[in-house]
């Protein structure tokens, strides 16, 4: 849950003796512009807790319709390190993206008014509106 982040000091000391490594951060949005891609078909995130943080950082991308389908993990160190679905998935709803939450059976459409905030392991899907029948969701 990300104890190792320097991204996500709010988390705490993880009792281990470790050095402090600085490094630059930039967002997705940035560093994919500066390498030139356009489109993206799949962006898997396992950022430890900090997806919501990548999410943002693509906030641009996602807006312009350029990312087909996202998938990201969700969990408790969301609420450590100060993240909630219910604004991710507003995010992506603004930028005209569905979500669903993957389970072995299928993806699942997400009811955040009976969820709330679980902070349970969970994995998410979102998607392009318009993307519905390539995914074999039901829209």
């Known amino acids: 849950a990300a104890q190792t982040s320097g991204a996500a000091d709010v988390l705490g000391d993880s009792g281990g003796k ?26 898997k995130i396992d950022a430890e807790g900090l997806d919501w943080r990548v ?9 312009r319709g350029r990312v087909r389908v996202v998938q990201f993990e969700y969990g ?11 604004s991710i998935v507003a995010l992506l709803s603004r930028c005209g993206y569905g979500v669903r939450l993957l389970r072995s059976s299928g993806l699942t459409p997400v009811n955040l008014e009976a969820l709330g905030e679980f902070f349970a392991y969970s994995n998410f899907v979102a998607f392009r509106k318009g993307e519905e029948r390539a995914l074999g969701v039901e829209p």
């Open 18 to 43: 470790g050095a402090v490594i600085e490094v630059p951060v930039v967002t997705l949005d940035r560093e994919l512009e500066r390498l030139g891609v356009l489109d993206v078909d799949l962006l």
């Open 55 to 63: 999410l943002r950082g693509t906030a641009g991308l996602l807006s």
């Open 76 to 86: 408790d160190g969301w609420a450590r390190s100060g993240g909630t679905l219910w």
